[in-house]
């Protein structure tokens, strides 16, 4: 296994705004954010609701066009939402396959492939079961598997696990980081839950709130795997978060 | 940078794979014969308490037998008639007219819920008056129909459709409208565009309306294709059979004719209509066993 040093840019996001609200009385959502990431990076997004991450996401994802600057990304990428978002009247399999399929892979293959996937996210016995017959966190795996049938460059993740309970969290992450670090996908993930982004993350961005833009970033250096309750993992976080409680409060002051 | 680890046997699937099992519904298939009972004793029921009540008001002589026959002459006669085939004969046009209608009513319903769902200078254009149509008694439109076509098969195609299609297009365009925002988006990130997004994200996702609407366009067109039946008088068919009877008093005859006409609505709707409902709903996990 070789480290990979050559910075090859996935994504480049350059002074990007977004407005939303009729002309006039308009918010900001976006702010001139810039935002870089290399090739199998781990970045996380941190900020205090309503600050915006999802709309980034959207315009990283092609789903909505902002009004200013510039995105440049490699290919169209995956985005997985906080709901796993599953087709109910298809299968787990049939989800993943159809993924395949509009990707263009061939008949043939598609049913291998789909797998191949649902062994990746350890559901191979329960491929032919409905979204509605799995838990929360194994549908979100689906997802995961569907997502990953993409093969994008890039991987969004958008609150993935928010709506999961902690055991069922704490492994997922441990998938996840194993899935990442196996197949080298470059990843956006959005959270709230700043341990949780230290937990994950090569790097962790604090957004701004309305209009969001980065205020800091701040470097995760701790060797893999780490747990949420290590010490240090605890106090960069506890670092970050008064970083976001700083942020926080600006706003009460400015108003 | 990511530090790329060896493949190794990941020790987290043991983990995952107990919570997997314990996360699962637990389903208990249900037994077949009990199944039907739960399901047929309380329709049993009911049949037993109309009849016993239906028996009640005749032993009670509330009207007279000659305009309200008992059961046991109704059902003599039913049995009777069906035996010499008139309303067999009667039966079989009525169904023939009925599938005519229905299905050119399902492809205008479809196309106009297409385009409805689809356009939204179409939708505020006619949205409006689809829903319009369909509150509008069909039998109002008959006079006009037979102004149009004359007593002719045509006059009675017109108002079955007219009845059902928009009821077929409301439930496309509702079906279209209900489709989870999230799902749509979770189309496009998939890279389903253009006619591939119809084809396996919007169309499946509307299925559950389409179907209420198809099954709600059924009772329209059911109830319109009688109503026709008794004004255009052509060949013999069940409206056609029931006006006779009218015109000869012949109360059992009346009664049994409008037992097979109740029969039909309900067989094609639980038959057809309610099961794909219930798979669909089931499919869809939207179903308590």
């Given at each position: ?64 066009h902002?009004?200013?600057g510039?995105?440049?990304i ?24 159809l ?19 649902l062994?990746?996210?350890h559901?191979e ?9 799995l838990?929360?966190g194994?549908?979100q ?8 049938a993409?093969?994008?460059r ?20 441990d ?10 996908l ?24 309305r ?29 970050i ?7 926080v409060?600006s ?5 | 940078?990511?530090q790329?680890?060896?493949?190794s046997p ?10 997997d099992?314990?996360e ?20 049993l ?14 032993i ?8 309200l ?14 035996a010499?085939?008139l309303?067999?004969h ?19 319903g ?5 385009v ?17 149509l ?9 006079p006009?129909?037979?102004l ?19 009821a ?18 979770a ?16 169309i ?8 209420s609407?198809?099954?709600q ?42 037992i ?10 639980s038959?057809l209509f ?16």
């Amino acid at each position: 296994m070789t480290v990979v040093t050559e910075r090859q840019t996935v994504l480049s996001v350059k002074d990007v705004s977004k407005v939303y609200g009729p002309a006039g009385s308009h918010t900001f959502a976006l702010d001139r954010l810039s935002l870089d990431v290399q090739k199998g990076e781990f970045v996380c997004l941190v900020g205090a609701s309503g600050c915006g991450k999802t709309t980034l996401l959207n315009l990283i994802a092609g789903l909505d066009h902002p009004q200013n600057g510039k995105i440049e990304i490699a290919g169209r990428p995956a985005l997985l939402f906080q709901d796993a978002a599953l087709f109910p009247w298809l299968t787990a399999r049939q989800n993943i396959e159809l993924a395949l399929r509009l990707r263009g892979v061939a008949k043939r293959d598609r049913a291998d492939e789909a797998q191949r996937l649902l062994r990746v996210v350890h559901l191979e016995d329960f491929g032919d079961r409905r979204p509605h017959e799995l838990s929360g966190g194994m549908r979100q795996r689906v997802a995961l598997a569907r997502a990953l049938a993409q093969d994008a460059r890039l991987l969004l993740m958008d609150e993935p696990f928010g709506a999961l309970d902690a055991i069922t969290r704490d492994l997922l992450h441990d998938e996840l980081e194993r899935i990442w670090q196996e197949t080298n996908l470059t990843t956006i993930f959005v959270t709230h839950n700043v341990r949780e982004a230290v937990r994950l993350g090569d790097r962790v961005l604090v957004l701004s709130s309305r209009p969001a833009h980065i205020v800091e970033a701040f470097d995760v250096t701790m060797p893999r795997p780490r747990h949420l309750d290590q010490p240090d993992v605890a106090q960069l976080a506890g670092q970050i978060v008064d970083r976001l409680r700083k942020e926080v409060r600006s706003h009460g002051a400015a108003s | 940078m990511a530090q790329r680890l060896d493949p190794s046997p990941d020790p987290y699937a043991v983990d995952i794979a107990g919570l997997d099992a314990l996360e699962v519904p637990v389903q208990a298939a249900p037994n077949a014969a009990r199944k039907l009972w739960t399901a047929g004793w309380p329709r049993l029921a009911a049949i037993v308490v109309a009849i016993g009540g239906w028996e009640l008001l005749t032993i009670f002589k509330v009207k007279p037998s000659y305009v309200l026959p008992g059961p046991g002459p109704v059902f003599a006669r039913l049995f009777h008639d069906i035996a010499n085939g008139l309303l067999l004969h009667a039966m079989a046009h009525t169904m023939w007219r009925a599938a005519i209608g229905y299905g050119i009513a399902v492809v205008i319903g479809t196309l106009l819920g297409i385009v409805v769902a689809r356009s939204r200078v179409v939708r505020a254009a006619i949205g409006s008056l689809i829903t319009g149509l369909q509150t509008m008694p069909t039998i109002a439109w008959f006079p006009f129909a037979i102004l149009l076509f004359g007593l002719t098969e045509r006059a009675i195609l017109f108002v079955v459709v007219l009845g059902a299609a928009p009821a077929i297009a409301n439930g496309l365009i509702s079906g279209v409208d209900n489709i989870p925002p999230i799902l749509l988006r979770a189309g496009r990130v998939l890279g389903a565009t253009g006619f591939d997004a119809y084809r396996h994200v919007v169309i499946p996702a509307a299925l559950p309306g389409f179907v209420s609407g198809l099954k709600q366009g059924w009772a329209f067109a059911w109830r319109s294709l009688m109503a026709g039946e008794l004004l255009v008088l052509l060949g013999t068919s069940l409206g056609q059979v029931l006006q006779n009877e009218r015109d000869t008093n012949d109360a059992p005859g009346l009664v049994a004719t409008m037992i097979v006409i109740l029969f039909i609505g309900i067989v094609v709707d639980s038959l057809l209509f309610a099961r794909a409902e219930t798979a669909i709903r089931r499919r869809w996990g939207l179903l308590e066993n």
